[in-house]
């Protein structure tokens, strides 16, 4: 019978810490969130001969709440985003996995004694808000910078900056799986510029990515760019595709039959269609490309 | 005139109260430091209450009152702009609250820059149904990025600027039936457009009624955008930095 590896020392004996706790590690590290003379300073039983401040913050400090640097509040953190704490997760490492691709922030984003001041005054002035003490939960309120932040916000900037013109044309398809040049044995002949309207396109195609959390969107531009925008949630697949609608001023939009496009079609096609034509085509989720390019054809050379 | 502040009523009812009550806090601060101040109300499709909460209030510098039946909250600033003589102008909606010295702080900061802008709090307070603090990004910030403003409002719409900036970009109207809503979404984009920017001022807030049955709620709910300026983003395709608005094209 073969020895269990870690009883034969391979991993270098009983100390070794557990995966999770390795990459933990690697993450607060990268983030540039863990200050070790900040950390020092503010832990009184710890000096500079400490071997590893970052060890101590994760395996004791985090617990304790203490703030791993400048640019992280543990104890506004859970506060705030109160439902973390029954995960019982190092509420760093929490919003460096999963926190910041929601949005939150990493510690008050705003001037309490400010907020105070404001809520204090107008107190006096309107009855429902001095009953409501609000004045005393100023340092919990929940933050957030009128910049839009999170998955959507990140994905349609990766997306702006990665086109290299601006599209006319959007095609959105579920799970098609074209690549790049699958995508261009199909409607690349409408580049041609001898094609009667030949103008730029965007093909979407919406990415489900096995977790939800974890959905994706990849672009083709009619450039031939491939950019793939990772970990769109769920929801803001849907929004990307009416941001890049309206503001690329997009003219014309042809949905391939899915129950995303589906979806789409329900909820903005009625609003798109006074600025922009919409096609819905029935058929196969992933039309062969010979079909794609016979469909695309039709719809665009008669415009 | 220095400012006129516009205060802008639908059927606010007794909410009006404590909104009024901040307004003649802001008016009587920026007063007594030297600064003439009027009030125009445009009380737009209002109920009986509403009414009175608004006969009910004193102010001791110039007051006028617009009945309107215009049955929309942009078009019903326009109207009220349109009345103004100051040569700034403050809005305010009638559920909401100025800190004390709004109206003051935001004067000093505008006269003092010589650029076209429109100037904000720096904090804005929700309460009521929801609560939380938005602070106001400054288009000056090195990290401010233009396209952001694709994916949501990043202004709320009591802001302070010059008349004649409100009279060359009037507010858009709402219509949620077509998907035509968030008129201060619209209006901040297109200032921008017209070569304005955004600022903050320090050390000011708002505080915002948060209410289920706002034309803020009503329009989240019906999924409706405002109208973009022509060439706002498609001109920021492929650029690596979204700080600046894109260059106005030459008058012809």
Do not use: C
């Given at each position: 019978m073969t020895a269990p590896r870690r009883q034969l020392g391979l991993f270098g004996g009983k100390h070794r810490p557990p995966r999770s706790s390795v990459n933990d590690r690697a993450l607060v590290e990268s983030s540039g969130l863990f200050d070790a003379g900040y950390y020092l300073s503010r832990n009184d039983g710890l000096n500079d001969a400490e071997a590893d401040p970052l060890a101590h913050y994760l395996e004791t400090g985090a617990i304790s709440r203490?703030?791993?640097?400048?640019?992280?509040?543990p104890a506004w953190y859970l506060d705030t985003y109160p439902e973390i704490r029954s995960t019982g997760s190092n509420p760093l490492v929490y919003y460096l996995r999963t926190g910041r691709h929601r949005g939150?922030?990493?510690?008050?984003?705003?001037d309490a004694a400010l907020v105070r001041a404001v809520i204090a005054q107008q107190a006096v002035l309107d009855p429902a808000l001095a009953q409501s003490g609000m004045e005393a939960r100023v340092e919990t309120l929940p933050g957030q910078s009128s910049m839009a932040q999170g998955p959507l916000h990140r994905a349609w900037l990766t997306l702006l900056r990665s086109l290299d013109s601006s599209p006319d044309r959007l095609i959105v398809g579920e799970q098609t799986g074209y690549d790049a040049a699958r995508l261009h044995q199909a409607v690349?002949?409408?580049?041609?510029?001898?094609?009667p309207s030949n103008l730029p396109w965007l093909f979407l195609d919406l990415r489900a990515g096995g977790n939800r959390k974890r959905a994706a969107v990849r672009a083709v531009a009619s450039s031939g760019r491939e950019i793939m925008l990772e970990d769109v949630d769920s929801g803001s697949r849907i929004r990307l595709v009416n941001i890049v609608v309206r503001s690329l001023e997009i003219k014309e939009v042809v949905l391939l039959d899915a129950p995303l496009p589906r979806r789409i079609r329900k909820r903005y096609g009625k609003f798109w269609s006074h600025d922009t034509q919409v096609t819905f085509i029935r058929g196969p989720w992933v039309p062969r490309a010979e079909m794609l390019l016979s469909w695309l054809k039709r719809i665009w050379a008669r415009r | 005139m220095d400012i006129t502040a516009v205060i802008n009523g639908h059927r606010e009812q007794g909410l009006a109260r404590p909104s009024l009550a901040s307004l003649r806090a802001a008016v009587g601060y920026a007063r007594s430091r030297g600064l003439e101040v009027e009030v125009v109300a445009a009380l737009d499709c209002s109920d009986a209450l509403t009414r009175d909460v608004f006969r009910d209030v004193a102010f001791d510098v110039p007051y006028r009152q617009l009945e309107l039946d215009v049955d929309d909250l942009g078009e019903a600033r326009n109207r009220a702009v349109a009345a103004a003589r100051g040569r700034w102008i403050a809005l305010l909606d009638a559920d909401d609250l100025w800190s004390e010295n709004w109206l003051h702080a935001a004067f000093a900061a505008a006269s003092a820059d010589a650029r076209l802008a429109v100037w904000h709090p720096e904090v804005a307070v929700y309460f009521g149904e929801a609560e939380r603090v938005l602070t106001h990004v400054d288009m000056d910030d090195p990290d401010y990025d233009l396209a952001a403003l694709a994916v949501q409002n990043?202004?709320?719409?009591l802001g302070f600027c010059s008349a004649d900036l409100l009279r060359a970009v009037p507010y858009p109207t709402t219509n949620l039936s077509i998907g035509r809503g968030y008129e201060d979404w619209g209006w901040n984009m297109a200032v921008i457009a017209k070569g304005a920017r955004h600022k903050v001022v320090p050390d000011t807030g708002h505080m915002i009624r948060v209410r289920s049955n706002s034309l803020g709620s009503r329009t989240a709910r019906s999924r409706s955008h405002p109208a973009i300026p022509p060439g706002m983003f498609r001109?920021?395709?492929?650029?690596?930095?979204?700080?600046d608005p894109p260059p106005r094209k030459a008058a012809p």
């Open positions: 203490a703030r791993p640097g400048p640019g992280f509040d939150h922030l990493p510690l008050r984003s705003y690349g002949p409408l580049n041609d510029p001898l094609f | 990043q202004w709320t719409a001109t920021l395709v492929g650029a690596k930095d979204f700080g």
